[in-house]
């Protein structure tokens, strides 16, 4: 049973997204099945325009809970593949715009769901991580091979570097820095909002039948590897020289 807290309130047409699970946001996959299925029954009708924002001072999201790693069921890992995957599904096809507000670091699952929202709007001292390598398995190409150029994508994937939100937004991953990104999300759905709602939902419908499907298919592709992966030594070796914090012992 999930333990995060999503929230979600209409006002002036715009819907925000509130999603919580202290101390860092660190989502298991009993988490993320309980935010596909919270989208999955948007919008409500009333609002035009989405912001998708994480509670908490300092992290917008720290990623999968390695604790979740540790003594992993091999065995449920095309479950919680699917899980994780119908929920990119659901952001990246999601009927409205949404607005990803990344108002600190963003890693792993944090950097892949705003990587498939609509736009990103983030704070200064955010940064953007795809870190899987550090615990012994891969993740994210797919989708950051969208917002990122394919050099930055792949230096990402294979040493889990984070990239700051000013290089993000100058290689245009991100669309507006600010200080106060949600308010800056709201104010960019603000003017969604103020369009007609016919020509909102028919513009993002084109969007969707005109995007790529790879991001998804390649991410499928990469967790089809995790599969091998776990079942291995060195991927349980990396998760626990993660959370011990010293230097893993692979075997070559």
Known sequence: MTDAI???EVEDGIGTLTLSRPPVNAMRYEDLGALDDF??????GEELAIVFETAGEKTFMAGHDVN?????????EPAHTET???LLDTVYEFPLPIIAAVDGPAVGAGCILPSLCDIRVASPD???AVTEINVGVIGGLGPMKRVFPDGIARRMAYTGDSVSAERAYEVGMVEELADDPTAAAQAIAADIAA????????AKESAIEGQPEW???EYAQER????????????EEAAAAFLEDRDPEFEY
């Open 6 to 8: 999503i929230d979600y």
């Open 39 to 44: 989208l999955s029954e948007l919008p409500r």
């Open 68 to 76: 979740e790693f540790l003594d992993y069921d091999l065995e449920e």
């Open 84 to 86: 994780y995957l119908s």
């Open 126 to 128: 955010a940064h953007f």
């Open 195 to 202: 369009k007609s709602p016919d020509a909102v939902r028919a």
């Open 215 to 217: 991001p998804v298919e």
């Open 224 to 235: 089809e590897y995790n599969a091998e992966l776990r079942a291995g030594e060195n991927a």
